[in-house]
DNA sequence: GCTAATCTAAGCTAGTGAGG
DNA sequence: CCTCACTAGCTTAGATTAGC
């Protein structure tokens, strides 16, 4: 899976408009010469280099064509030449300045669209740099500091996770947000970060772009997810050893408040495998549990042994559990007028039970913003009625 | 066509200083 | 005074190239 916000250094799109600008029409080995020299003087943690000053290290750490270059950045649009990486890396990540025949660093289209602040291409940047993920927590937590934002964030990009530390989302993070401040989309007050008024807008009208589509592909994929785990479950409980399948049932019985469940003797059980006691307010009775791990569906003949033999059970009520299914003539027996019926499960209504009791399966919930109140959020000052509202 | 060497991009984290 | 933000540079994973 590819993964959101990748680029590092991810710089300003102020600052990358200016570096692509300085560098349309510069050779890319003149580039890569400078950005050499400057690599062999960088210092280590214990004998530090400072490179916050060109004016103060480009003359003296460099010469020829590569203080020339540096001269460029820094003199005009006041690019620290040391810390350009991250403007070439979004610009080569998004095919927005290449190396025409010749070597030498040209704007693309695509190039020139951003330059012009164009809004389809930067939608699409800040789709895959993990910007408009940013922005929607934003509007869902609220004013928040970097420490409040990160995890959402993170599940934002990728539920679960996608192999990335916390550390390292943190310092992307902060590299987005700053974007996303010089932008004017966020402010940031000391160590609150909150949305004004246009950052909201933006984020609502990607969303509303978005909220459709994104919804109906991931409702698709979790309708596809459960039906393959329901798939499994079936195969499973379709293999699995008939006395295990019994003490499955029994597990159940017992998750779903039933008292006293036992497994009954594996043969001489006249059709009945599991008894149980189900308690109501004061009194309780006996319920005889047939339970069939075949395939084939079940047929009459079996509901009628179940009702047979539950007197000699002393079962008030008898009960099939399968895997498979029943016959139409297998349900009207069970659920004759004048005598007893017989409850009956079948593969699906297994599953759900097993399911909604956890047996045999981890359930996890997925918690998900699936509206944004925008009314809530408006720019717009409150109107009188709302007032009103707001006070009852 | 395979392996080793080299290069590049990106991740990690120590250290420092600001904020509350 | 402690926590958090931020900088800066090292390390490493993965891609590419060279050598056999």
Known sequence: MKKIARTPWFPTYQRARQMMTAMDGVAAS????????????????????????????IDARLQGKDRD???????????????????????????????????????????????AQQPAIIREIDEAEGITQLLSVLATIGTAQRKDIVVPWMEALAPGGDGRSQGTMESK???????VVERGLVERDGHKYVLT?????????????QKNSAKLTLDSALATYRAEQRSR???????????????????????MGYENVEVTK?????GIDVLADLRFGVTSFREAIQ????????????????RGSLHNAKALKGTIFTVASFSKKAREAAAPDN????????????????????????????????????????????????KQDADA
């Open 233 to 255: 479950l079936r195969d499973l409980l379709r293999t699995m050893h008939p006395y295990r399948f019994e003490h499955l049932i029994r597990t159940l019985l017992m998750a």
């Open 291 to 306: 339970v069939k791990r075949v395939q084939q569906n079940i047929q009459p003949g079996t509901v009628n042994e179940l």
């Open 197 to 209: 008024s246009q950052g909201r807008k933006y984020a609502t009208s990607v969303e509303v772009q």
């Open 173 to 179: 993070l902060y590299d987005r947000l700053v974007n």
């Open 30 to 57: 003149d580039f890569r010469s400078m950005d050499e020299a400057i690599g062999k003087q960088m210092g280590t943690p214990q004998s530090q280099v400072s490179w916050s000053d060109p004016d103060e290290w």
């Open 69 to 115: 270059l540096a001269r460029q950045l820094w003199d005009g649009p006041k690019l620290n030449p040391r810390y350009s990486g991250g403007e070439m890396a979004l610009a080569r990540n998004y095919g927005l300045l290449e190396t025409d025949t010749a070597g030498v660093y040209r704007l693309t289209a695509r190039g020139q669209a951003f330059i």
């Open 266 to 270: 594996q043969s001489g059980d006249g």
């Open 339 to 386: 005598t007893v019926p017989i409850t009956l499960v079948d593969g699906d209504e297994l599953i759900d039970l097993l399911i909604k009791h956890h047996i045999g399966v981890t359930v996890t919930r997925v918690e998900l913003v699936t509206d944004i109140n925008d009314q809530l959020f408006s720019s717009e000052p409150m109107t009188a009625q709302e």
